[in-house]
């Protein structure tokens, strides 16, 4: 027997439900798609006639692998829309012919997404990582695999995001968006490929879900309010970072309502350090914006490889402490 659900996982599994349940059925090899050609203007056009429904639609990638370039899947639909990916998705790889962007596939202004089905978005990394970078050359340019940029009441689960060119999933600007059941997959010395980074969003849960990536695992910058980090399973990557923040000019804080971010029921395997030989817990936090109402309760991380001690490390907050603490928190201060 799995797993008992919690109270969330069962409202979100009812609103996947609901949006599935008699929907209008859009194939994309209805439309032309299929394994010999880039489908990108097939899907925009299933995209566009399932966004157009009066009533519950669903986009359809049946199984197998679909070569798509750069596509932008925008709403407002008229009504709650599912992308079911069953196949994998196969972004261009960095060749001669390949075109720099900031993303792969963006979905924007969406309202009751649901994003699932068990496929893959595969980024095609390989290709790209470990290139030298010459002034702002395709470097600047690598796309993240998805986008979500201004999606509110949806859900992503039971899809994965392979080997992304640099980060796998960016949120900006979204609310009530729930990972779950989520899978990112790239090696630990893939670069710069954050699991998930979440910026300016409100009310964002990753759940029940298995991160493994050469970056943070999912790093959460400015204006990020009411985060949920439970059961997640995290590694090889960089962990978890909250904020960096004072870096740039007219950031805003990152909080939380009741609570600030929660982390809770998190594993971390093979998490690897960036500028040191020691493995390091660090919680970060500027001048401008320290954190507040921070606390550490049982924790502990056991550290088996040879490149140093495990520590805590801490800069502009005061934490409370209870329970279990391996290491001792905040037994230095970051520069």
């Given at each position: 027997?799995?797993?008992?659900l919690n109270?969330i996982?069962?409202l979100i599994?009812?609103?996947?439900?609901?949006n599935?349940?008699?929907?209008?059925?859009?194939?994309?090899?209805k439309?032309?798609a299929?394994?010999?050609?880039d489908i990108?203007?097939?899907?925009l056009?299933?995209?566009?006639?399932?966004?157009?429904?009066?009533?519950?639609?669903e986009v359809y990638?049946?199984k197998?692998?679909?070569?798509?370039?750069?596509?932008n899947?925008?709403g407002?639909?008229?009504?709650?829309?599912v992308?079911?990916?069953?196949?994998?998705?196969?972004?261009?790889?960095?060749?001669?012919?390949?075109?720099?962007?900031?993303?792969w596939?963006?979905f924007?202004?969406?309202?009751?997404?649901?994003?699932?089905?068990g496929g893959?978005?595969n980024?095609?990394?390989k290709t790209?990582?470990?290139?030298?970078?010459k002034?702002t050359e395709?470097?600047?340019s690598?796309p993240?695999?998805?986008r979500?940029?201004?999606?509110?009441?949806?859900?992503v689960?039971?899809?994965?995001?392979?080997?992304?060119?640099?980060f796998?999933?960016?949120?900006?600007?979204?609310?009530?968006?729930?990972?779950?059941?989520?899978?990112?997959s790239a090696?630990g010395?893939?670069?710069n490929?954050d699991?998930?980074h979440?910026g300016?969003?409100t009310?964002i849960?990753v759940l029940?879900?298995?991160i493994?990536?050469?970056?943070?695992?999912?790093?959460?910058?400015?204006?990020?309010?009411?985060i949920v980090v439970?059961?997640?399973t995290?590694?090889?990557?960089h962990g978890?970072?909250?904020?960096?923040?004072?870096?740039?000019q007219?950031e805003?804080?990152?909080?939380?309502?009741?609570?600030?971010v929660?982390?809770?029921?998190?594993?971390?395997?093979?998490?690897?350090?960036?500028t040191?030989s020691?493995?390091?817990?660090?919680?970060?936090c500027?001048?401008?914006y320290?954190?507040?109402n921070?606390?550490?309760?049982?924790i502990?991380?056991?550290?088996t490889g040879?490149?140093g001690?495990?520590?805590?490390?801490?800069?502009?907050?005061?934490?409370?402490?209870?329970?279990?603490?391996?290491p001792?928190p905040?037994?230095t201060?970051?520069?």
């Amino acid at each position: 027997m799995g797993p008992k659900l919690n109270t969330i996982e069962i409202l979100i599994l009812l609103l996947v439900a609901s949006n599935i349940a008699n929907a209008q059925f859009f194939d994309v090899t209805k439309n032309g798609a299929n394994a010999q050609v880039d489908i990108s203007q097939a899907l925009l056009k299933t995209w566009t006639q399932a966004c157009a429904s009066k009533t519950r639609s669903e986009v359809y990638i049946p199984k197998g692998t679909y070569k798509l370039s750069q596509t932008n899947l925008k709403g407002p639909c008229n009504a709650p829309i599912v992308f079911n990916l069953q196949g994998m998705l196969l972004a261009p790889p960095v060749n001669s012919n390949f075109k720099g962007s900031d993303s792969w596939i963006s979905f924007s202004n969406i309202n009751y997404l649901t994003i699932t089905g068990g496929g893959t978005f595969n980024g095609q990394g390989k290709t790209a990582w470990g290139h030298t970078c010459k002034n702002t050359e395709y470097c600047g340019s690598l796309p993240i695999n998805v986008r979500l940029d201004f999606i509110t009441n949806s859900v992503v689960q039971y899809v994965t995001s392979l080997d992304s060119k640099q980060f796998h999933v960016n949120v900006l600007g979204c609310r009530n968006v729930t990972f779950q059941h989520f899978k990112v997959s790239a090696p630990g010395n893939s670069i710069n490929t954050d699991g998930i980074h979440i910026g300016r969003s409100t009310d964002i849960k990753v759940l029940n879900s298995v991160i493994q990536t050469g970056d943070d695992c999912i790093s959460i910058g400015d204006g990020s309010k009411q985060i949920v980090v439970n059961q997640l399973t995290c590694g090889p990557g960089h962990g978890i970072s909250i904020g960096s923040l004072g870096k740039y000019q007219n950031e805003q804080p990152v909080q939380g309502v009741p609570s600030k971010v929660r982390l809770s029921d998190i594993s971390f395997t093979n998490i690897r350090g960036t500028t040191s030989s020691a493995i390091a817990g660090k919680l970060l936090c500027s001048k401008a914006y320290p954190c507040q109402n921070v606390k550490l309760a049982n924790i502990n991380l056991k550290y088996t490889g040879s490149q140093g001690s495990i520590t805590s490390t801490c800069k502009n907050v005061k934490p409370s402490i209870s329970g279990t603490q391996i290491p001792k928190p905040c037994l230095t201060t970051a520069a």
